[in-house]
């Protein structure tokens, strides 16, 4: 096993990847690839975080 010190960031891929694109063109790809997973959600119907209500007596 290889020790991965922590802070580091581990990228993986899930198809070939051509990797003469260099740093910033497999950035460039990952960013694509990722708002693709977010293409058919509805946000309209995404709901906020609710707030746990704060005690106002004590218990």
Do not use: C, S, Y
Not at 19 to 32: D, E, I, N, P
């Amino acid at each position: 096993m290889i020790p991965v010190p922590p802070g580091v960031r581990v990228l993986l891929a899930t198809r070939p990847v051509d990797f003469r694109k260099g740093a910033h063109g497999l950035a460039a790809l990952a960013a694509v690839e990722f708002a693709a997973l977010f293409d058919g959600l509805d946000w309209t119907r995404v709901q906020p975080l609710r707030r746990i209500p704060q005690p106002t007596a004590a218990a």
